[in-house]
């Protein structure tokens, strides 16, 4: 009798094995299509803040209820004349500007936001050498709707800027529009030596509405 009472669970178990694996993958699947998703950075455009090879957790449900914010990290969805790929390509970069906002450079060497100077910490240096904010003076204003996003390493990334310079300054092929953004970066977990939060400076705090 004890050896029927200990096989039952054995069986119960091993049936119900398939149902908990396809439950947990279903799971998984429904997380990471909906909820969250991982990206590694393939190139140096924001260094320091991130270096090629990490790895980043994006929450894609954030911008479901409300839009970016000045100074978030978003991965979006690049149009084909930025990435030249016409199967679209992830591309990660920090929002500059948000709709309606009036983004110039520059001010003692800063870009100014609704006339607000904006100090950058998140800058690339490197051996004392620091990129300016912008390679050339721009006065633009970001459509409703969209946003202007740049890399934190100024000197090394396609962005806003460099597709407003190519555009012919056409304000609308050099910024993004806010349903092409897959979600925000908020955490670098990999390498665990670089794991670190992807929080919103504080010198955006200062920045006001148009």
Same mark, same amino acid.
């Given at each position: 009798?004890?050896?029927?009472?200990?096989?039952?669970?054995?069986?119960?178990?091993? #049936?119900?094995?398939? @149902?908990?694996?396809?439950?947990?993958?279903?799971?998984?699947?429904?997380?990471?299509?909906?909820?969250?998703?991982?990206?590694?950075?393939?190139?140096?455009?924001?260094?320091?803040?991130?270096?090629?090879?990490?790895?980043?957790?994006?929450?894609?449900?954030?911008?479901?209820?409300?839009?970016?914010?000045?100074?978030?990290?978003?991965?979006?969805?690049?149009?084909?004349?930025?990435?030249?790929?016409?199967?679209?390509? !992830?591309?990660?970069?920090?929002? @500059?500007?948000?709709?309606?906002?009036?983004?110039?450079?520059? !001010?003692?060497? #800063?870009?100014?936001?609704?006339?607000?100077?904006?100090?950058?910490?998140?800058?690339?240096?490197?051996?004392?050498?620091?990129?300016?904010?912008?390679?050339?003076?721009?006065?633009?204003?970001?459509?409703?709707?969209?946003?202007?996003?740049?890399?934190?390493?100024?000197?090394?990334?396609?962005?806003?800027?460099?597709?407003?310079?190519?555009?012919?300054?056409? @304000?609308?092929?050099?910024?993004?529009?806010?349903?092409?953004?897959?979600?925000?970066?908020?955490?670098?977990?990999?390498?665990?030596?670089?794991?670190?939060?992807?929080?919103?400076?504080?010198?955006?705090?200062?920045?006001?509405?148009?």
């Amino acid at each position: 009798m004890i050896d029927e009472q200990t096989d039952k669970p054995r069986s119960s178990f091993w #049936k119900e094995l398939p @149902i908990l694996l396809g439950v947990a993958i279903l799971v998984a699947v429904l997380v990471r299509y909906f909820v969250l998703q991982t990206f590694f950075i393939p190139s140096p455009s924001m260094e320091n803040t991130l270096q090629i090879d990490d790895r980043v957790l994006v929450n894609k449900l954030v911008y479901d209820f409300r839009s970016p914010h000045r100074g978030e990290v978003v991965v979006f969805k690049a149009p084909t004349e930025w990435s030249g790929n016409p199967d679209g390509e !992830d591309f990660i970069k920090r929002v @500059i500007g948000v709709g309606g906002d009036h983004v110039v450079c520059c !001010d003692d060497d #800063k870009l100014v936001i609704n006339g607000k100077p904006l100090y950058e910490p998140y800058i690339f240096s490197a051996n004392g050498e620091r990129d300016k904010p912008a390679d050339q003076e721009f006065d633009i204003t970001v459509p409703e709707g969209r946003l202007w996003v740049m890399g934190d390493h100024r000197s090394a990334s396609g962005d806003s800027l460099e597709h407003w310079q190519q555009s012919g300054r056409n @304000i609308d092929s050099a910024t993004i529009p806010e349903d092409q953004v897959v979600g925000r970066a908020f955490t670098v977990f990999w390498p665990v030596d670089r794991a670190t939060w992807l929080t919103v400076p504080e010198q955006f705090d200062a920045i006001p509405n148009p």
